[in-house]
């Protein structure tokens, strides 16, 4: 079956301009999460949705940052007013459900890039 | 604050040798543990995990190795392949946290043929 994809593969933007990126979890999958990606860094966590309420957004940076997931499957990741230092790729994840037992099967991410 | 840390950014091993990667937690609250490969403009794939009422999980070539009291854990690769060659991270995560992921710096991981 499909895997989680992600829209664009790679975003190149100005500084102070808005941005959308896109996740696509695999079909049935209640849980989504957010993570980002530094260069030379693990992924760290942003925020996760369980169906479509925000379950914990506590790694969201600052309010420049916000997610939403309408209908409990895509989910959009919003950046307003975008610097420098968001350049990182962002990495979407999707399990059954919000649990350690579950596996996260990770999309191949999106690359952003903030000139 | 890092509460996962691999301390080697690089490991280099010949091929049919065996490979460990270390890790270690800092949080007392982590109770199940993972490790995911990444290679190159790719999302990381799980590879194994272990929960923290084990010691030990094996899954082929693949061990992992958890020492609560040290708060530390490995993952061995035996015979390594050339084709094991990737990223690897180790995470961690609490039973109440919704399976939010703490991962680790990552290792890279070379196998020389």
């Known amino acids: 079956g499909a895997g989680v994809s992600q829209t664009p593969s790679n975003k190149v933007t100005e500084k102070g301009k808005y941005v959308e990126l896109r996740c696509d979890p695999i079909s049935g999958h209640t849980a989504l999460y957010w993570y980002r990606q530094s260069l030379g860094q693990g992924p760290e966590f942003l925020i996760y949705?369980?169906?479509?309420?925000?379950?914990?957004d506590s790694g969201l940076p600052n309010d420049r940052f916000f997610a939403v997931r309408p209908e409990g499957s895509v989910s959009t990741l919003k950046i307003q007013r975008t610097e420098r230092g968001d350049s990182a790729v962002y990495l979407c994840?999707?399990?059954?459900?919000?649990?350690?037992?579950?596996?996260?099967?990770f999309g191949p991410g999106t690359r952003l890039t903030v000139l | 604050d890092q509460q996962v840390k691999q301390n080697s950014p690089s490991l280099s091993v010949q091929e049919g040798r065996i490979s460990i990667l270390n890790c270690d937690y800092t949080n007392s609250m982590f109770d199940y543990f993972l490790w995911y490969k990444k290679y190159p403009a790719e999302g990381p794939t799980f590879l194994i995990s272990i929960s923290s009422i084990k010691d030990k999980n094996e899954d082929g070539r693949f061990t992992v190795f958890l020492n609560k009291s040290a708060k530390h854990l490995s993952l061995h690769i035996v015979p390594s392949q050339p084709g094991d060659s990737a990223v690897y991270f180790c995470a961690a995560t609490a039973d109440n946290a919704g399976n939010m992921l703490t991962f680790g710096g990552g290792t890279r991981l070379m196998v020389k043929p």
């Open positions: 949705f369980q169906g479509t309420g925000a379950a914990d």
């Open positions: 994840a999707s399990s059954l459900y919000p649990i350690a037992t579950d596996t996260q099967y």
